[in-house]
């Protein structure tokens, strides 16, 4: 995922596209395009048509009606991931020239970011981001989530309800993230806000970003004076030798593609479990796990429908399409989990398999999604263990979904339950999480521990799981 600049110039006024754009099936050229109402309510009608029409890559306009390449077909998306030789990371090839008040640029403009690098400057910067993410410890970084879940759930618990996305799914990765940072919690849950802020796109954007610059430039001084066991002291102190500036814009980057997909990946599990019979009805046969439903949502909804950072280096064909030299050629990653080629069934099991493409792939795949699926992987875990009789308030038709030509997002999901008593989780407890500084390995597999403070299922107990298919069945 790429960030908005920290440092915009011209005339743009917002670091993220805009919203509504006309609801238009074709531009002027006879391009369908990829954004309006049309495009981003049904996406995957427009994948199937543009299929039809073009095979597994096409010609799509993106907002200002600029023409693109949109992959559709996961082989074809593995083969741009995987050869960064002949398709760069670097916007600075791209062959069209936006105009200075495009709501491409500021998701687009070059920026001194490992997203944007290539070859030497690639790996060099890459190194010190997967290097400095493996030494957390795996159990260490889940004990955190467990202490964090609680405490956001003693703040709802006691009222017997909640909206488990503005209580939950957006507080629980920011808090995580700062205490891995080195942040103070006192400044976890408005630095949350102002990322949250600088995405959407709204009228404080840019005071937002400017929130965000502040606080990573003053946790950089604070680190290099007493640096601690955390993230930013070990990319300062990296081999690599990151100036503080390309650390600080690293840091922010990190912000938000770790806190946007997570906060997605949250919402989305948890509203599988409370709306969708077919998890209810494999859970109950114990042919599910969590972080089975978890891959389930990462094929069939992925937080980041596309990826528009790509550059063809020289004229080239993919897919049977002829690409010239600095074209732009957009990852669809949730075209491609949908391909035919490989999910012929979209409604077949993708249990325990990985090959999505939520995570991208190739040297550009993302470092830091194990911690990702942990958060979202235990947090769940300990929020249903604690809270089993949880069921929507809503009908599922009263969820509400922000959509853009680039992103999805859930934005409500209200329910209810039997009030609960607070405060008696211990793992809660500040200071009660270990060090989270021993090695974790950058592609190490997340299994699914019984939380510390959580119920655990003994024999003669029925666990949460269970109880919670009975209530929905």
């Known amino acids: 995922m790429t960030t908005p600049p920290s440092d915009p110039t011209g005339t743009v006024s ?11 099936a074709q531009g002027p050229s006879g391009l369908r395009r990829l954004y309006g109402p049309e495009a981003e309510g049904s996406p995957h009608a427009l994948y199937g048509t543009l299929r039809q029409e073009h095979g597994q890559v096409a010609r799509v306009l993106l907002p200002g009606d600029v023409p693109v390449w949109l992959v559709l077909g996961h082989r074809e998306n593995l083969e741009v991931m995987r050869t960064p030789s002949l398709y760069s990371c670097d916007s600075r090839r791209w062959n069209v020239q936006l105009p200075p008040d495009s709501p491409l640029l500021p998701i687009t403009m070059w920026q001194p970011l490992v997203a944007f690098a290539d070859g030497v400057e690639h790996a060099r910067l890459r190194n ?14 889940r004990r955190y989530v467990v202490r964090y879940t609680n405490q956001l759930i003693d703040g709802f618990a006691a009222t017997g309800q909640a909206d488990l996305v503005a209580d939950f799914a957006e507080k629980l990765p920011i808090l995580v993230l700062s205490r891995l940072f080195g942040i103070q919690e006192k400044d976890a849950l408005p630095l949350g806000e102002a990322v949250r802020d600088m995405v959407k796109g709204t009228a404080t954007a840019l005071q937002s970003n400017q929130f965000v610059v502040d606080t990573m430039q003053t946790l950089i001084k604070r680190k290099k004076d007493r640096p601690g066991e955390d993230f930013v002291s070990w990319l300062l102190s990296h081999e690599a030798g990151l100036t503080d500036d390309e650390v600080m814009e690293h840091l922010r980057h990190s912000l938000v593609a770790a806190t946007e997909p997570t906060i997605n990946l949250i919402a989305n599990a948890l509203r599988m479990v409370l709306t969708d019979r077919r998890f209810r009805g494999n859970l109950s046969g114990g042919q599910m796990t969590l972080p089975d439903a978890l891959e389930k949502v990462h094929w069939d909804d992925p937080a980041l429908p596309v990826v528009p950072t790509r550059w063809a280096t020289g004229d080239t064909v993919l897919g049977g399409q002829q690409i010239k030299a600095g074209d732009m050629v957009m990852l669809g990653l949730a075209a491609g989990n949908v391909d035919p080629e490989i999910r012929p069934d979209l409604a077949a099991s993708v249990y325990g398999n990985r090959s999505h493409l939520a995570f991208s792939g190739g040297p550009h795949e993302c470092p830091g999604q194990d911690i990702g699926r942990a958060i979202a992987d235990t947090g769940i875990d300990t929020l249903l263990a604690r809270i ?29 339950f039997t009030r609960k008593a607070v405060g008696g989780a211990a793992a809660s407890a500040p200071g009660s999480a270990p060090s989270v500084a021993q090695p974790l390995p950058a592609a190490a597999p997340v299994a699914a521990p019984a939380p510390a403070s959580a119920p655990v299922a003994t024999e003669g107990r029925t666990p949460w799981w269970r109880r919670l298919v009975q209530r929905l069945r």
């Open 388 to 416: 089993p009789d949880i069921e929507l308030a809503v009908h599922e038709g009263e969820l509400h979904v922000t959509a853009s030509w680039f992103s999805r997002r859930l934005d409500n999901l209200p329910v209810r």
């Open 128 to 141: 010190a981001i997967t290097e400095s993410l493996g030494r957390f410890n795996r159990h260490g970084v």
């Open 14 to 24: 917002a670091p993220v596209p805009p919203p509504g754009c006309p609801a238009h």
